[in-house]
């Protein structure tokens, strides 16, 4: 079975800055899926960025990277110019491939909060 | 496209009594998948199903039951509520070529 960690329960930025929130998996496969998903207080699950693990380049979406480390099994969320709406609980998942793709397995969540 | 809609968007519920939340997505996905919320986690899958006529165990099945019997509507059904199935529900779908699941608003439970 597939684990997904998130270390950071809480986190803080100030307006503007730069801040990366770690995740990290356990899992056996070798192909799979990895995607950031950000929850503002309306609850709604929105869809930050997702990493294919066949490849190596790390995903980018506009102030939204990642630093997707496969043998690590380290997968970091790297938000600039952190913006107030920024602020939202940010989780990690992670899918295999090939699958339903139906079944995401998700961390803990981080609480982010952007500060002005 | 009104992407997933989910109905009722809060229920209160007394303990024993059963209720349908209501899931539909107009993107012609194959998959439909119902997770739900706890405080302090993250979700968790409760069933999915692959298209109309299957469905599947995910990871917290016990004391739901779910249908698919068209591709747009995957409702989950609660027969007996506990107050142990007090969460936020989320329905999500996706297209199998895209492998990225997007998710209704989210029902919020309260059984009493």
């Known amino acids: 079975a597939q684990t997904v960690t998130q270390s950071q329960p809480e986190m803080s930025v100030q307006e503007a800055e730069t801040v990366t929130l770690s995740c990290t998996y356990d899992?056996?496969?070798?192909?799979?899926?990895l995607f950031w998903y950000k929850q503002p207080p309306s609850r709604q699950m929105i869809l930050v960025i997702r990493?294919?693990?066949?490849?190596?380049q790390n995903a980018t979406e506009n102030r939204f990277s990642v630093n997707f480390q496969k043998a690590a099994k380290s997968f970091s969320l790297k938000i600039s110019d952190s913006q107030l709406g920024d602020t939202a609980m940010y989780f990690c998942?992670?899918?295999?491939?090939?699958?339903?793709?139906?079944?995401?397995?998700f961390g803990e969540g981080t609480q982010l909060t952007v500060n002005p | 496209n009104a992407g997933v809609t989910q109905t009722p968007k809060f229920q209160v519920l007394k303990t024993g009594q059963s209720m349908t939340l209501q899931c539909a997505q107009d993107m012609n996905h194959e998959y439909m998948s119902w997770y739900r919320q706890d405080p302090g986690m993250g979700l968790r899958l409760i069933h999915y199903s692959v298209g109309a006529g299957i469905t599947d165990q995910g990871e917290v099945p016990n004391g739901y039951n779910v249908s698919r019997s068209t591709t747009e509507d995957f409702p989950l059904r609660l027969l007996s509520a506990a107050p142990s199935q007090t969460s936020v529900y989320f329905c999500?779908?996706?297209?199998?070529?895209?492998?990225?699941?997007?998710f209704g608003p989210g029902t919020r439970l309260l059984v009493l």
């Open positions: 990493q294919e693990a066949y490849k190596q």
């Open positions: 998942a992670f899918m295999r491939t090939g699958t339903s793709g139906s079944r995401l397995t």
């Open positions: 999500a779908s996706s297209n199998r070529r895209r492998e990225t699941q997007y």
């Open positions: 899992t056996s496969e070798n192909n799979y899926y």
